[in-house]
């Protein structure tokens, strides 16, 4: 079965840059479209991009080219970069697993969530 | 982008069905999977493809799609079910994931 977990600070500074990796445990990155999500206090769910096993990457055009996601076959991690955070980033940040090489399944794996407070 | 609508709230008795629309422009044709988000938790997948039941979503929890409208179904509502629930999709004209806005249910 496999498990996911998401790493990271808690408190980011504004306009810093948001450092998240998910490692992966159980089973291969590969053949997997990997999104991140997160859940900002008092709001949905929102997608905020995905990365494929091959490094290939869709964001959601609502973070302004501010998102940067990649993967480590070698170490089984997948990771988000969101640069130029504000107030409006904090929310808790989800890593998810779609369904093997099909990008239109569900997001069937999740981690346990990671709060990010962006604050001075 | 794509919007999917669905009521903000819900509050029933145990032992009622709750039914949970997911509305959105030219879905017809998409899989429409559902989650139960509890607070602080990771989402917990109960429908997939449209009707399908991962193994460990009880049988009380049922899918439909019909035209532009997914609906999820939860009968015999029980106090463990207080949840928000959200459809998802992917949207394969924009290339991208959609949520919907979420349904809170609330069991009095």
């Known amino acids: 079965q496999v498990q996911l977990r998401e790493s990271g600070p808690g408190i980011v500074e504004p306009s810093e840059t948001l450092s998240l990796t998910c490692f992966v445990y159980?089973?291969?990155?590969?053949?997997?479209?990997w999104s991140w999500i997160r859940q900002a206090p008092g709001k949905g769910l929102e997608w905020l991009g995905y990365?494929?096993?091959?490094?290939?990457?869709n964001y959601n055009p609502s973070l302004k080219a501010r998102a940067y996601m990649s993967v480590d076959i070698d170490k089984n991690e997948v990771s988000l970069r969101l640069r130029s955070v504000t107030a409006a980033d904090t929310a808790l940040y989800f890593c998810?697993?779609?369904?093997?090489?099909?990008?239109?399944?569900?997001?069937?794996?999740w981690g346990q969530g990671h709060p990010v407070v962006v604050s001075s | 982008s794509l919007v999917l609508t669905q009521p903000s709230s819900l509050s029933l008795a145990p032992g009622q069905t709750a039914t949970i629309s997911c509305g959105g422009d030219k879905i017809e044709n998409a899989k429409v999977h559902w989650y139960q988000v509890k607070p602080g938790q990771a989402p917990v997948l109960v429908v997939y493809d449209d009707s399908a039941r991962p193994s460990g979503s009880p049988p009380r929890f049922s899918g439909s799609h019909s035209g532009d409208t997914a609906t999820l179904t939860i009968r015999r509502l029980e106090a463990v079910d207080e949840a928000a629930y959200y459809c998802q999709l992917w949207d394969s004209n924009t290339d991208r994931y959609a949520f919907g806005s979420g349904t809170q249910v609330t069991v009095l």
């Open positions: 998810a697993r779609g369904r093997r090489a099909d990008i239109s399944g569900p997001f069937e794996n």
């Open positions: 159980g089973d291969s990155i590969t053949d997997y479209f």
């Open positions: 990365v494929f096993y091959d490094g290939s990457v």
